[in-house]
Nanobody
Framework: QVQLVESGGGLVQAGGSLRLSCVAS????????MGWYRQAPGNEREVVAL???????IYADSVKGRFTISGDNAKNTVHLQMNSLKPEDTAVYYC????????????????WGQGTQVTVSS
């Protein structure tokens, strides 16, 4: 049973910073990608930042230059450093993991954390 535990959300003023962390536990043979999505009220869930195959990073255009994703596949962890936060960054942030959890040559499954609230006040 793979579980993702997120931490680091909260309330911050515009221009401030927060750091989100996510740790995956359980049997994980290999990680295809790990990262963060977010969902604001009334909106669909959208990608924020991902690490693919351990070394390729992608970012949503709206966060480029402000957010930095980092991670360690050996420790099954991913972090999101969020700087220069804006009110439009307010959302529930979800940790995402795509990994092989049955056997190393088996299928890839997608997992989600429970979500952590980030609120940026103006």
């Amino acid at each position: 049973q793979v579980q993702l535990v997120e931490s680091g959300g909260g309330l911050v003023q515009a221009g401030g910073s927060l750091r989100l962390s996510c740790v995956a536990s359980g049997t994980i043979f290999s990680i295809n990608r790990m990262g963060w999505y977010r969902q604001a009220p009334g909106n669909e869930r959208e990608v924020v930042a991902l690490i693919i195959s351990g070394d390729t990073t992608i970012y949503a255009d709206s966060v480029k230059g402000r957010f930095t994703i980092s991670g360690d596949n050996a420790k099954n962890t991913v972090h999101l450093q969020m700087n220069s936060l804006k009110p439009e960054d307010t959302a529930v942030y979800y940790c995402n993991l795509d990994a092989k959890t049955v056997r190393n040559t088996g299928p890839t499954f997608r997992y989600w954390g429970q979500g952590t609230q980030v609120t940026v006040s103006s």
